[in-house]
């Protein structure tokens, strides 16, 4: 998965139908242009899985998946951990979902290095 997706969501289900302000799941757009993701339950998790990398994107691919273990917390606020299996390492993570606008804050070493990326739904 990519390292701003991991990052910001670090950062990750095709929706049949339109989705509501706040939810998740869907197709989103990074807002650098440089990749795609789908989000959808994974089990009891929420998974982010890259659907389309912009070619000479270094260190990301196709298929590359986020696990997230996150919790709504308010209408459109989540937050909680996210596991990137591509690099074992654990982002604590807070997602706000508006419409079709997400920012994603993903944290590693203790909170001391953090980032944020936009996203947009692709309808």
């Known amino acids: 998965m990519n390292t701003a997706l991991k990052y910001a969501l670090c950062i990750a289900v095709l929706s049949g139908g339109a989705a509501s302000a706040a939810d998740i799941n869907g197709q989103w757009a990074r807002?650098?242009?440089n990749a795609k993701v789908q989000i959808a339950p994974c089990g009891s998790d929420i998974c982010a899985t890259n659907t389309w990398i912009k070619p000479?994107?270094?260190k990301e691919k196709t298929g590359d998946r986020l696990v997230m273990s996150i919790k709504p917390t308010s209408d459109g606020q989540y937050s909680g951990?996210?596991?990137d299996p591509q690099r074992d390492l654990t982002y604590k993570l807070s997602v706000s979902v508006n419409g079709d606008t997400m920012t994603t804050k993903g944290c590693v070493l203790a909170g001391i290095l953090c980032?944020?990326?936009n996203w947009s739904r692709i309808n």
């Open 81 to 83: 951990t996210a596991f």
């Open 56 to 58: 000479g994107t270094p």
């Open 115 to 117: 980032k944020g990326v």
């Open 31 to 33: 807002g650098d242009g």
